[in-house]
């Protein structure tokens, strides 16, 4: 206790509140739309520079953009703890940082620019104190997270070529509960067209399918497959499903039309892979083109993997008892109400991936905000859960 004690206030004294704030506005100063992160990527490259860490720009299939990575090895062997953000932002107009009281404000403050930062802030914690008894640090950042302008591509990049830690955290703006487990995600639209020319339809020949009839019965069959899939439920993450947001057909009343379209998403739960959800999907289009005569082509877009935590996992332990240690209380477990990086991780690699991150609010708006005491404290939770969960130290 006395060990933990000394520890956690060595680590306190070692994150700079002011050196923070500062590399956060210099970060956020810099425009990040997703896909257009060069600029931003090269300036947090630049800082680390001067922070005198070794840099590495893997391109990870977007060279406009390389990411940013750095190892901090304690030099002796033990677990890697990697600390990952995406630098991009979504494409709204770009407002400039700025510090009010507890608040810095601006594009990427709360999503995730600044909880960036503050991942950056507990490395140098790491090695100014040389707290870190074994393993070592991964700290990666890239672009290409946010839909629709990309879709993690350059992360599932990194992760496939091994840039990867025993376990990840991920500063996204989510400081309350701790998510456990969520949804996986992907986008459909169905396209159904006939043969032949748009008639009235007096004029419309007998041997032609109706593609609104078709999309009726489209309709009707992913309804039966929806309540197949209520049967898959998560007590906190809800059920598999599969919805319709859309559907159009026709010009006018009287118009024998050529193509119907739907649009929707489907969700599914831990333990089902992607490969089998678009499968099962392409399956009952098809049974369906064939017997009514129609064409059906389709668009799957896979969004991000399910997610699954194991709480009993060291690297989470470790994590819980290092909230408490800085928090006095422990961390609630609850779903994860959106899809993140954390579910690539586990998708990819099954590498336990916790997110974690600053109070912030105003993501996905032009009046994003995060709290400079809360990003204070994320350093300090990063710094000291890489102590017990690399250098196996009991908190
Ligand atoms: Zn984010």
């Known amino acids: 206790m006395k060990r933990t004690n000394e520890l956690v206030g060595k680590l306190r004294r070692a994150i700079n509140r002011e050196r923070l704030v500062e590399t ?10 997703t896909g257009d992160g060069g600029k931003a990527s090269d300036c947090l490259a630049q800082i680390l520079t001067e922070d005198g860490f070794r840099v590495e720009r893997p391109e990870a299939g977007h060279p406009s953009a390389p990411a940013v990575v750095v190892r901090f090895d304690s030099g002796k062997a033990g677990q890697v703890l990697q600390f990952n953000g995406h630098l991009d932002t979504v494409h709204l107009p770009f407002v400039p940082p700025q510090v009010s009281g507890d608040r810095i404000t601006g594009s990427g403050a709360s999503d995730m620019k600044a909880g960036l930062i503050a991942a950056v802030e507990a490395l140098r914690a790491l090695r100014d104190t040389q707290a870190l008894s074994s393993g070592s640090i991964l700290l990666t950042a ?11 591509q350059q ?101 024998y039309p050529q193509e119907c ?21 392409r399956a009952l289009l098809s049974g369906l083109e064939k017997e009514k005569g129609v064409t059906i082509t389709a668009d799957f877009r896979f969004i991000r993997d399910a997610f699954f935590l194991d709480q009993q996992h060291p690297f989470v332990r470790a994590f819980q008892a290092c909230y408490q240690e800085i928090s006095d209380k422990p961390l609630p477990i609850g779903p994860k109400p959106f899809v993140d990086d954390g ?23 032009v009046n994003e905000w995060v709290s400079i005491d809360d990003l204070v404290r994320v350093a300090q939770l990063y710094a000291l859960t890489a102590v017990a969960f690399c250098g196996e130290e009991i908190i």
């Open 155 to 255: 992360l599932d990049r990194l992760i496939q070529d091994g840039c990867v830690g025993n376990a990840v955290l991920i500063p996204e703006p989510l400081c309350h509960p701790l998510p456990v487990v969520g949804r996986g995600a992907a986008t459909w639209k169905a396209t159904i067209r006939r043969d032949g020319a748009p008639v009235h339809e007096v004029m419309r020949p007998g041997d032609q399918p109706s593609v609104i009839a078709a999309g009726a019965e489209l309709v009707r069959r992913l309804d039966q497959l929806n309540s197949r899939l209520a049967t898959q439920s998560d007590p906190m993450a809800g059920s598999a499903s599969v919805f319709i947001g859309q559907i159009h057909s026709g010009e006018i009343y009287n118009q």
């Open 343 to 365: 579910n690539s991780f586990w998708g990819l690699a099954q590498i336990p991936a916790i997110t974690h991150g600053p109070r912030a609010g105003g993501q996905h708006t």
């Open 142 to 152: 890239h672009d290409l997270h946010e839909a629709p302008w990309g879709f993690g």
């Open 261 to 281: 379209w739907l649009e929707g998403t489907r969700r599914w739960l831990p333990g089902t892979a992607r490969q089998s959800v678009e499968t099962e999907f």
């Open 24 to 33: 956060a506005v210099r970060f956020l100063s810099v425009p990040s739309p």
